[in-house]
Nanobody, 129 residues
Framework: QVQLVESGGGLVQPGGSLRLSCAMS????????IGWFRQAPGKEREGVSC????????YYPDSVKGRFTISFDNAENTMFLQMNNLQTEDTGVYYC??????????????????????WGQGTQVTVSS
């Protein structure tokens, strides 16, 4: 069974940084589609960074370009989201997601749940002074 376990959320002041981790297990494909998403209070879920695990395809929305970075550790089957210069509007529940296997050039990052096969439980990120 595929499992995604998130960690690293918390409270941070504006301008601060956090790194989220998502440990993945229960699959054996060499390449996958992976992504990070967030849902702010009263808003729809949105993608903040998505990529193929091999790095061939990478996407960031304008809202986080230059501040957020997605990465993947093949040896540990763990994805990360490095978040720098956090602002109050970044507050929300952050989710990791993945789909075993990868179609070249095809990575979705809109935020709909059916875009990916598996999702983590979510971790709260609060940016406040």
């Amino acid at each position: 069974q595929v499992q995604l376990v998130e960690s690293g959320g918390g409270l941070v002041q504006p301008g601060g940084s956090l790194r989220l981790s998502c440990a993945m297990s229960g699959f054996s494909t060499d390449n996958h589609a992976i992504g990070w998403f967030r849902q702010a209070p009263g808003k729809e879920r949105e993608g903040v960074s998505c990529r193929s695990s091999n790095g061939e395809t990478l996407y960031y929305p304008d809202s986080v370009k230059g501040r957020f970075t997605i990465s993947f550790d093949n040896a540990e089957n763990t994805m990360f989201l490095q978040m720098n210069n956090l602002q109050t509007e970044d507050t929300g529940v952050y989710y990791c997601a993945m789909s075993p296997g990868y179609v070249p050039g095809y990575v979705l990052c809109g935020g709909a749940r059916n875009e990916y096969n598996y999702w983590g439980q979510g971790t709260q990120v609060t940016v406040s002074s």
